[in-house]
């Protein structure tokens, strides 16, 4: 009998790299396929024209996959694992589930782009010991070389060509320090400091800053939550007070929000809430409101950004 001490750990985390869309359609639809047929879940998120092209492939068997649209699911990196994957595996936990993965594309900015590498990073540390096998395609021609590195960095199983590699550059725990950035805020940013008792006016002065810098109303609601979350937070876990700034960068309102308290636990905001639970629900539905958010945590504190769209 095997032990528990050496028993492989059942969640397998492979990065497909393809070149032009019958690479793509090659590696991904016979996975897809290889679960249907073993009566296993199997789920796509990817963006729409990759869903189009596992549709077409699949013909009726289209119909026994669940599609997700990642552009507008995982816009926000941070909420991929509890809404996207975590919601597919939680649903089926009673057997094998395999899904495909492609929250990196050639549209992500600069700006998303170290949130995505966390988030592959991270899944590694969400599934661990889960029957779940998550598939990641890397368009190899569009991405940057340095893109393709980091790939192989967070996945410690690779395919390309047709070949399947462990890859020896998988360092998880690297790529999760080098992307905790230090960030930056501009120097003309709205700033205001609070405490326990100033969390309304901290709120109110925030939504005054983000209405004058031209927020709809919408979405000024949603940047009140995204406040008293963070703001509460800091209160409860990061020391008793903290900082709140807001700016405008293009067409979003950023909500940065600073304290010194550390984040040690690297899933915070990133686990599904059971209905049951009572409270542990702020992150987490920051990271659901924001279109992204980026976060900070060291040694002299933590910083948690938030970006929503003006309009």
């Known amino acids: 009998m095997t032990s528990t001490a050496t028993r492989p750990d059942p969640f397998v985390h492979p990065a497909l790299f393809y070149r032009g869309d019958q690479d793509y359609v090659e590696g991904t639809v016979p996975f897809l396929l290889g679960?249907?047929?073993?009566?296993?879940?199997?789920?796509?998120?990817?963006?729409?024209?990759?869903?189009?092209?596992?549709?077409?492939?699949?013909?009726?068997?289209?119909?026994?996959?669940?599609?997700?649209?990642?552009?507008?699911a995982g816009r926000n990196p941070g909420r991929i694992i509890p809404a996207?994957?975590?919601?597919?595996?939680?649903?089926?936990?009673?057997?094998?589930?395999?899904?495909?993965?492609?929250?990196?594309?050639?549209?992500?900015?600069?700006?998303?782009?170290?949130?995505?590498?966390?988030?592959e990073a991270l899944i590694n540390v969400a599934f661990s010991g889960r029957d779940v096998t998550i598939l990641c395609p890397y368009d190899a021609e569009a991405l940057p070389a340095d893109v393709i590195?980091?790939?192989?960095?967070?996945?410690?199983?690779?395919?390309?060509?047709?070949?399947?590699?462990?890859?020896?550059?998988?360092?998880?725990?690297?790529?999760?320090?080098?992307?905790?950035?230090?960030?930056?805020?501009?120097?003309?940013?709205?700033?205001t400091a609070f405490d326990a008792e100033a969390l309304p006016v901290t709120r109110d002065f925030a939504l005054a800053e983000a209405r004058e810098l031209g927020?709809?109303?919408?979405?000024?609601?949603?940047?009140?939550?995204?406040?008293?979350?963070?703001?509460?937070?800091?209160?409860?876990?990061?020391?008793?007070?903290g900082t709140v700034r807001i700016w405008a960068e293009n067409d979003q309102i950023v909500c940065e929000v600073q304290d010194d308290g550390k984040l040690t636990?690297?899933?915070?905001?990133?686990?599904?809430?059971?209905?049951?639970?009572?409270?542990?629900?702020?992150?987490?539905?920051?990271?659901?409101?924001?279109?992204?958010?980026?976060?900070?945590?060291g040694a002299v504190g933590t910083t948690v950004r938030s970006y929503l769209p003006r309009a």
């Open 215 to 241: 927020m709809s109303a919408p979405k000024l609601q949603d940047l009140a939550l995204v406040v008293a979350e963070l703001t509460t937070n800091s209160v409860v876990h990061g020391g008793g007070s």
């Open 35 to 72: 679960g249907l047929e073993a009566a296993q879940p199997v789920a796509v998120a990817a963006p729409v024209r990759q869903l189009d092209l596992i549709r077409s492939a699949l013909g009726e068997s289209a119909a026994e996959v669940h599609f997700v649209d990642m552009t507008q």
């Open 265 to 297: 636990d690297l899933l915070a905001g990133r686990r599904p809430a059971p209905p049951q639970q009572l409270g542990g629900r702020g992150l987490l539905l920051v990271h659901y409101l924001s279109d992204l958010v980026r976060v900070h945590s």
């Open 84 to 119: 996207v994957l975590r919601a597919f595996a939680d649903r089926h936990s009673g057997s094998h589930v395999r899904i495909i993965g492609e929250p990196i594309w050639a549209g992500r900015t600069a700006v998303e782009y170290p949130a995505c590498v966390q988030h």
């Open 149 to 191: 590195d980091d790939a192989r960095a967070t996945h410690p199983v690779l395919i390309d060509g047709g070949e399947e590699q462990v890859s020896t550059a998988y360092a998880v725990d690297s790529v999760l320090a080098r992307f905790n950035e230090t960030l930056r805020h501009p120097p003309g940013a709205a700033t």
